[in-house]
Structures are given as C-alpha cells and as structure tokens.
Nanobody, 121 residues
C-alpha cells in the first residue's frame, strides 16, 4: 500500500558529493517523518539522518556537518545531500518513513529497498 523508492546512489571519489532522493507513494494519509539509514557489509543498519514533517532534523554524529537532510512535504520526498564523502560512508542507504495510511489510525514504518553508495579512496 506504500512504496518508497530511492535514487541517486553511485560511485564517487573521496571528498566528492552525492544527493539521494526518496519518494513515498501509495495510500498515504499523513507522513510523520522520513529519514535515511545505512548498512555496510558486516555491520548493523544505522541511523544517518531523520526529518519530521515540521522540519526538525536529527543526524548521526559521524555525518554532522557533512550531510544535510531536507524534505518536500507536497511531494512526499526526502533528500540527503552528502558532501565531503569518505570511504567509510560506503554502504547501502535505505529510506524510511513513518506513515499513516488511509482508513487506519496507526503510524507504521516503511522501508525502501536501498541504494548503493560507494566512496573510493
């Protein structure tokens, strides 16, 4: 009933930039928040950044000052601008959203299938 589709991943050299996008679609009544997580091989999935519908943001310490999350409520879209990328940022990046669908009072978390970001040294 809800789909999250990420785009914008790829291969970049250290110090470079990428912008990820994620669009939510489906039977959406309201979006409470959206965000990005990442998972590197052998590691647990970890928070990168989140943004609420009101614009409040939260970042992992490892990306503060380098990554910027933003959203477009009218388009049900969240962006992640990643600057000064490092090899340790290499991971699959997943979009997530906390959504209430039509005819349902509950908020549920939905996930995209992920987009690969590879930073070469």
């Amino acid at each position: 009933q809800v789909q999250l589709v990420e785009s914008g991943g790829g291969l970049v050299q250290a110090g470079g930039s990428l912008r990820l996008s994620c669009v939510a679609s489906g039977s959406i009544a309201t979006i409470n928040s959206m965000g990005w997580y990442r998972q590197a091989p052998g590691n647990k999935r970890e928070l990168v950044a989140t943004i609420t519908s009101g614009g409040n943001t939260n970042y992992a310490d490892s990306v503060k000052g380098r990554f910027t999350i933003s959203g477009d409520n009218a388009k049900n879209t969240v962006y992640l601008l990643m600057n000064s990328l490092k090899p340790e940022d290499t991971a699959v990046y997943y979009c997530t959203a906390r959504i209430r669908i039509h005819f349902n009072f509950n908020l549920n978390d939905y996930w995209g299938s992920g987009t690969q970001v590879t930073v070469s040294s």
